[in-house]
């Protein structure tokens, strides 16, 4: 019927329905793209870096993060044995293409193919990878070289996703560091680096036409850490203080990091991408530092995570962007003992490697010295080890017979 009536119809109005059947066509598919391949479904989850050599074997890791509740995780790599160890285990994964392997898959689509084909395509539908981050802090942190590599590596491996058929499975995004911002105070006043906009406008335009967020490692204990006479110690925990007002926009902040949320979505909307979501892909609190790192306590990580856990539960959003609820993914699972850099940097974990709580944020740990760890670990030891304890029950019963 519809087909009869567009033949009977002039060629001028022909002509204009087909274009708007195409344009229809085009909406259709570019909000296809907008509304798939969303790779952080919840609000809170967890860094799981392993740059360490006494790490618990990726099976228990599972076993912590379900019994944490912890549904999705990063990581910096895409190891086959962690990848392996989830399968199954429902927790959702971002998996990471190397600063060092960026350049490379960068110059053909082929090689960007080939890592997706080992990296991420044999583990599908089994362990849910749903990200791929490309890089990490690249832009500001790197050699140029690797600035220029960061669009057209996205684009490659974005490319062998939809030849796969995967787009909607696995989204592609790229985080940065705080250091891509030439200010951030107020939130309001916050813009992107001169020397970086050359590469952040194509990557942002690049990131909105496939649906993805921009990802920003938010840090208010560097913040802290790097003017501790200026910043109230409160305003960075969560803790009761007076706060800061932005006059442009007329808001009051009451804690540091939905501040610097905020600076990232300012400096978004001044380059045109206003509607793009934020979401924080590191933020954390060392538990232990140098000297002349302020800050870094075991009771001040405490406070930090524990407040920050409760605040993005709530699911709510933050004063500039108030109907979006902040998500957040929090660094580290566990300290790690082969980091660089300062001993802070060894002690960002929730858990120390043994699988223990470094402090009490309502988690509790693989090893702990009460007796609710056992639930756990026979939790996470599953079906198939309890049928053999009641198989072997059974058998020292005939045997008393």
Same mark, same amino acid.
């Given at each position: 019927?519809?087909?009869?009536?567009?033949?009977?119809?002039?060629?001028?109005?022909? @002509?204009?329905?087909?274009?708007?059947? %195409?344009?229809?066509?085009?909406?259709?598919?570019?909000?296809?793209?907008?509304?798939?391949?969303?790779?952080?479904?919840?609000?809170?989850?967890?860094?799981?870096?392993?740059?360490?050599?006494?790490?618990?074997?990726?099976?228990?890791?599972?076993?912590?993060?379900?019994?944490?509740?912890?549904?999705?995780?990063?990581?910096?790599?895409? +190891?086959?044995?962690?990848?392996?160890?989830?399968?199954?285990?429902?927790?959702?994964?971002?998996?990471?293409?190397?600063?060092?392997?960026? &350049?490379?898959?960068?110059?053909? $689509?082929?090689?960007?193919?080939?890592?997706?084909?080992?990296?991420?395509?044999?583990?599908?539908?089994?362990?849910? &990878? @749903?990200?791929?981050?490309?890089?990490?802090?690249?832009?500001?942190?790197?050699?140029?070289?690797?600035?220029?590599?960061?669009?057209?590596?996205?684009?490659?491996?974005?490319?062998?996703?939809?030849?796969?058929?995967?787009?909607?499975?696995?989204?592609?995004?790229?985080?940065?560091? $705080?250091?891509?911002?030439?200010?951030?105070?107020?939130?309001?006043?916050?813009?992107?680096?001169?020397?970086?906009?050359?590469?952040?406008?194509?990557?942002?335009?690049?990131?909105?036409?496939?649906?993805?967020?921009?990802?920003? +490692?938010?840090?208010?204990?560097?913040?802290?850490?790097?003017?501790? $006479?200026?910043?109230? &110690?409160?305003?960075?925990?969560?803790?009761?203080?007076?706060?800061?007002?932005?006059?442009?926009?007329?808001?009051?902040?009451?804690?540091?990091?939905?501040?610097?949320?905020?600076?990232?979505?300012?400096?978004?909307?001044?380059?045109?991408?206003?509607?793009?979501?934020?979401?924080?892909?590191?933020?954390?609190?060392?538990?232990?530092?140098?000297?002349?790192?302020?800050?870094?306590?075991?009771?001040?990580?405490?406070?930090?995570?524990?407040?920050? %856990?409760?605040?993005?539960?709530?699911?709510?959003?933050?004063?500039?962007?108030?109907?979006?609820?902040?998500?957040?993914?929090?660094?580290?699972?566990?300290?790690? +003992?082969?980091?660089?850099?300062?001993?802070?940097?060894?002690?960002?974990?929730?858990?120390?490697?043994?699988?223990?709580?470094?402090?009490?944020?309502?988690?509790?740990?693989?090893?702990?010295?009460?007796?609710?760890?056992?639930?756990?670990?026979?939790?996470?030891?599953?079906?198939?080890?309890?049928?053999?304890?009641?198989?072997?029950?059974?058998?020292?019963?005939?045997?008393?017979?």
């Amino acid at each position: 019927m519809e087909c009869s009536c567009v033949v009977n119809m002039p060629k001028k109005h022909m @002509r204009s329905s087909s274009s708007f059947l %195409r344009f229809l066509l085009v909406f259709s598919l570019v909000s296809l793209n907008v509304l798939t391949g969303q790779a952080f479904t919840g609000t809170y989850g967890v860094n799981y870096g392993r740059i360490a050599d006494n790490l618990p074997p990726p099976g228990s890791v599972v076993t912590l993060l379900k019994a944490a509740k912890i549904k999705n995780i990063r990581i910096y790599d895409a +190891n086959p044995d962690v990848l392996t160890a989830f399968k199954g285990s429902g927790i959702e994964i971002m998996v990471c293409l190397p600063n060092e392997l960026l &350049i490379e898959v960068s110059v053909g $689509e082929q090689r960007a193919m080939d890592w997706i084909k080992e990296n991420v395509q044999p583990y599908l539908p089994g362990t849910s &990878i @749903r990200g791929i981050s490309i890089g990490n802090e690249i832009l500001g942190v790197t050699p140029i070289e690797i600035w220029e590599a960061l669009l057209p590596a996205s684009k490659n491996i974005y490319t062998a996703l939809d030849r796969l058929g995967l787009t909607k499975v696995v989204q592609v995004s790229s985080p940065h560091s $705080e250091a891509v911002f030439a200010n951030s105070f107020p939130p309001s006043s916050c813009t992107f680096r001169d020397d970086i906009l050359p590469f952040m406008k194509p990557l942002l335009q690049f990131f909105s036409q496939i649906g993805s967020p921009f990802y920003i +490692n938010a840090y208010p204990f560097l913040a802290y850490k790097s003017d501790p $006479e200026h910043i109230d &110690i409160n305003y960075a925990l969560f803790k009761s203080n007076k706060g800061i007002y932005d006059a442009k926009t007329k808001l009051h902040y009451d804690n540091m990091f939905d501040a610097q949320v905020d600076a990232a979505y300012a400096a978004l909307e001044k380059v045109g991408f206003g509607k793009m979501e934020v979401i924080v892909s590191e933020t954390g609190w060392a538990s232990k530092g140098d000297d002349n790192e302020a800050g870094a306590t075991v009771a001040n990580a405490r406070a930090y995570n524990k407040n920050l %856990r409760k605040r993005l539960l709530k699911k709510k959003g933050t004063p500039y962007r108030p109907k979006k609820p902040v998500k957040a993914y929090i660094f580290a699972l566990f300290n790690e +003992n082969l980091k660089f850099g300062p001993t802070s940097e060894r002690n960002f974990g929730l858990f120390k490697a043994d699988g223990s709580i470094a402090y009490d944020i309502g988690f509790t740990g693989l090893v702990p010295s009460s007796a609710t760890s056992s639930l756990i670990t026979f939790k996470g030891i599953g079906l198939s080890n309890s049928l053999i304890f009641t198989s072997a029950t059974l058998l020292l019963l005939i045997l008393t017979l």
